[in-house]
């Protein structure tokens, strides 16, 4: 073992952290650096007791009364005693009292004995050091990097599946933070580390469902490719890889989804990745029964204008209200086939088979014939407006909402069922629920409002599987970049509220969110504090002043504005202090210009 030093009595210490005056063979000098780990083992009047810590800070200071310059030019001559010294701070992350051989973590909490020598600790004894030997024994293990002395760092699986803790949230700077990098090696880690293991929480993870969200470019499109950086250099990353016990191999697993090409078409729209693309939407019936129709309009006006919300809920009321009836209707005449089935399967699975006859003229299927049926006299909807004594000023101002929201690509999302088809001719509903599956929704190329919709429909629609589904039990990770568009600190309307549901619930029925973002302190508050795990990558310093990096300790705060691409801070309630992690480069492609061509040639596939 190496000796770095002895407890120092020059600074106070306390159960929680000490300080090391650094000595070596030569003397005064440094003989560890941040983030080394240490040991400790003294003698209190419960027994011996061995503590472990961090080195989270270091001073250059000399020993001795020097007041000025010309002291300490007398000083460095050698005619003044006085001695350069270094002192390292230490924060305690375990401690032990021996019994024996035995150790048990019911050490008295005593400060360490001045003149203690400290060792570095290398090799397994890490893992004790840090807690890692326990969620190994436990099976929770989960590698998320690697640590400065080349050791594989993890957190514990039972605070990122709801047993005792949930959601993920990543923040750093654009560019440089490496967001969507890390967050997708986490979720590679996840579904790796799940094969490899045993134990309930493994056999959950295996089966888990995750959810990306592409929110720039086509740059997620190509996870199941190759990536040229990571192939032009692999050699330098194998050795982390393989230390990780992860495979630098493409996502296998994967599905991928994007809005269609303009109204009425089932082509998707895609610039760069040319096959292997289904279109999605949604009808009346699932917008209606998720109560979606409010995630069309402005959350602000919404807020400003009450009787132009009055319309609006009055409006998806209405709508609530004849579903309903037509299903009950269809129910008692027979064409209901499946009880079991929601109404919005039923409904839809109906109109599909039987066309137009039968439930076009009861129900408006898209926009169109919604913007009609309130602009008749005579139409349904409009005539129970009226009833709820919604104004024909407001009618009309509902009306010309509803033709902006055509105008920003709500036409190409809200789909009017084929009808006459069977449900398996024309698919356009995104199934995510596939175990051990990665589905990719692009949103990059919708307006903002459209793609708010979008998130809300997901989040709802998992939501509510998970709500009536009590033998679902696997978790549904969910990812989403630029989280504070989606989930501001003010305002937000009905979205924010699906995602304060989603953090504040979602973790009893294992929907995990992990959001990234740039600047935490822009996210909604009961969101951004419901993240068990919190990973900060290179951030600005005024950013870092802000209370939602509190936990974080000065030298981490220092730390975090000087991160280097491929290093992140992970925090969770498990470690007593944040640690350093270097993750390796994806072999997976993240830019849409990035990937390794195939040999195959990659024709058009889709059905217009």
Known sequence: MKQIGVVT?????????????????????????????????????????????????????????????????????????????????????????????????????????????????????????????????????????????????????????????????????????????????????????????????MELLREARYIIFNVKGESLMFLDRISKEWKAEREKWDEMYKSLDIEPTPFENVAFYAPSKRKGSYKPDVNKRMSGVKTYGWDTFDIVEMGLLELMFDPDEMARNQNFQLAVWSLQEFLTQRMEEIYQEFLSRGYVKDKEQLPSQALREIAMKHGDGLIKDEIPLDLDSLIEDLKRDDGKARRYLLSEHVQSQTISMLVRRLKTAQKMDFDRLWMRPPLGVTASQVEYRINWNVPGRVTVIDISKLRTRSQAFVVGAILSEVMREKETNNSFVHPVFIFLDELNKYAPRHGGGALANIFRDVAERGRSFRVILIGAEQTASEVDYRVITQAATVVVGRQKGAELLKPEYSHLTDHYKRKAALLKQGEVIVDQPFLNLPLTVKFPLPAWCTREDGYVMESENDEDEYII
């Open 9 to 201: 009595g020059i600074f106070e210490s306390n159960p929680y952290e000490f300080f090391v005056r650094m000595v070596s063979e030569r003397g005064y000098q440094a003989s560890a650096q941040i983030e080394d780990i240490v040991k400790i083992e003294y003698s209190t009047g419960y027994g011996k007791v061995l503590t472990y810590g961090v080195i989270v800070d270091i001073q250059n200071r000399w020993d001795g009364d020097l007041k000025n310059g010309y002291e300490e030019d007398v000083a460095l001559e050698g005619l003044k005693p006085a001695y350069p010294i270094y002192i390292a701070k230490v924060k305690v992350t375990r401690s032990f009292l021996k019994k024996g051989e035995q150790l048990s973590e019911t050490a008295p909490e005593i400060p360490p004995s001045i003149g203690s020598p400290v060792f570095l600790v290398e090799d397994d004894e890490i893992d004790i050091a840090l807690g890692f030997d326990e969620l190994k024994r436990k099976n929770v293990a989960l590698p998320v990097g690697i640590l400065k002395n080349g050791r594989p760092a993890y957190l514990d699986l039972r605070y990122i599946l709801g047993d005792n803790g949930a959601h993920i949230n990543v923040s750093g700077q654009s560019g440089v933070a490496a967001k969507t990098s890390y967050t997708t090696f986490l979720v590679k880690s996840m579904m790796e580390t799940s094969r490899k293991h045993e134990g309930e929480l």
